[in-house]
């Protein structure tokens, strides 16, 4: 009866974006819609590979970048290494003709990435719908940045090992809300730190991280392997240290990377986060133009979610043993440094530890993941997480950044790549635990 009494509003016709017709459901059950469709319409854009093979080729990239013409998924991390962006159907056909004539040819991994992100939110709605009567939270599916905080705090709550904190505020005021799981007192053993979210787009990090959390928490006391991590390390969990990029992604716009800063330019907000820290701020790889997607900011920690990260590291500082940046995608496990490529002193032992952890990645699955410091396997940035770990003061050697898995879907994979992305990260993130001196 209910149905038929909302169905006046849900009497649109269906086109593309059947997500709509979840949404209807959804408000005929009484239920909240988690999302609606975004005000930011990716119709015909492309995500595009090439193999840049000359100096030539690799300027051509950079100049479409400039120009706004392209946007980066992968940076070309050099000759003969894949480079990925997206661009819309108006300019794919001239960007196109300009790489032919250098011997470029693009290949087409997504041909729309507006259906692709409809696909994602009608399979969101359509587990919304599947377990609404449930209490349980879902950890196969996305979740907004009010529910993440609602689980870790429920879970601190009603387990004597999870202590929940807010380290910080964003720009836009959220909490930037941290987790802990630890057996006795603070202070006394060593920690492992998660950091996951930075970039708003990347979804999975979340899902991911919010898993690991759920698996340390309620498997204590069950799972011998966790059980013995937990009484060997405490562990830190910041499941999103960019809520306000975050929520934007969701209500917004979905490919949206930054924060949410004012900037000098009111037509171009936001700051790469994770080109804001003190490690070699500014340089190669993080750019000073507002309308970049890199972004760096004014001044090193100029970004509250930044400082909110650095001020968490410092009141640890002495126990942090590991610090894990989870980003995604593209299957790849990197150490520092990443603005320069020189190696670090322990960077044979930094090497020994990524390998383990990479090849436990891609014995759960299957799934190819390389490993390197970024400088030499992706590209140079400056100003990130990781190499801020190693080289901010505590001297973390084991301080690493993890692209999930994700090729064929980019930033906006399905529901149900979350749990094997979750599970055979945990596994990497296992290995290396078990593997530190």
């Known amino acids: 009866m209910q149905i038929r009494r909302f169905s006046r509003f849900c009497s649109f016709p269906l086109s593309t974006m059947q997500v709509l017709h979840v949404v209807c459901l959804l408000v005929a059950l009484g239920l909240s819609a988690a999302i609606l469709p975004k005000s930011v319409d990716y119709s015909g854009h492309k995500v595009v590979s090439v193999l840049p093979k000359s100096e030539k080729g690799l300027r051509t990239l950079e100049n479409f970048e400039r120009q ?233 920690f100029s970004e509250s979610e930044a400082a909110a990260i650095r001020d968490s590291l410092a009141a640890n500082r002495g126990f942090v043993k590991a610090f894990v940046s989870v980003h995604s995608y593209g299957g790849i496990w990197m150490s520092p440094y990443g603005y320069i490529r020189e190696l670090p002193l322990e960077y044979d032992e930094m090497y020994r530890v990524m390998a383990i952890g990479a090849e436990a990645i891609t014995a759960t699955y299957g799934t190819p993941f390389e490993y390197a410091n970024e400088a030499a396997i992706l590209y140079l940035t400056s100003g990130t997480t990781r190499d801020y770990a190693y080289v901010g003061g505590d001297n973390i050697i084991y301080a690493y950044t993890i692209e999930t898995r994700g090729k064929a879907y980019g930033f906006v994979p399905p529901p149900s790549e979350i749990l094997e992305t979750a599970i055979e990260t945990w596994n990497g993130i296992k290995a290396m635990a078990n593997n530190l001196l």
């Open 68 to 300: 706004g013409t392209i946007k980066y998924w992968i940076h070309p991390a050099g000759l003969n290494r894949p480079a990925s962006f997206q661009i819309s159907a108006s300019d794919f056909e001239l960007v196109s003709n300009v790489l032919a004539d250098q011997a470029l040819s693009p290949i087409v991994l997504i041909d729309n990435i507006q259906e692709l992100i409809e696909k994602q939110n009608k399979e969101i709605l359509e587990r919304q719908l599947e377990n609404a009567n449930s209490k349980a939270f879902d950890f196969e599916n996305f979740h907004t940045y009010s529910e993440l905080l609602a689980f870790m705090q429920e879970t601190a709550a009603n387990n004597p090992l999870v202590s929940y904190s807010v380290i910080g505020q964003s720009y836009e005021g959220r909490d930037i809300g941290q987790a802990t799981v630890r057996t006795g007192s603070a202070g006394v053993k060593q920690i492992i730190f998660l950091e996951c979210g930075i970039h708003a787009r990347e979804w999975i990090t979340e899902s991911t991280c919010i898993w690991i959390f759920d698996q340390l928490a309620n498997g204590y006391g069950v799972d011998a392997e966790i059980t013995a991590l937990v009484d060997k390390f405490d562990w830190i969990i910041v499941p999103t240290s960019n809520p306000d990029g975050y929520e934007y992604s969701w209500a917004s716009d979905r490919l949206w990377r930054k924060n949410r800063a004012l900037t000098d330019n009111a037509l171009c907000p936001g700051v790469d986060l994770n080109r804001n820290y003190d490690a070699n701020f500014g340089g190669d790889g993080s750019s000073p133009l507002p309308c970049s997607e890199t972004y760096h900011g004014v001044s090193a």
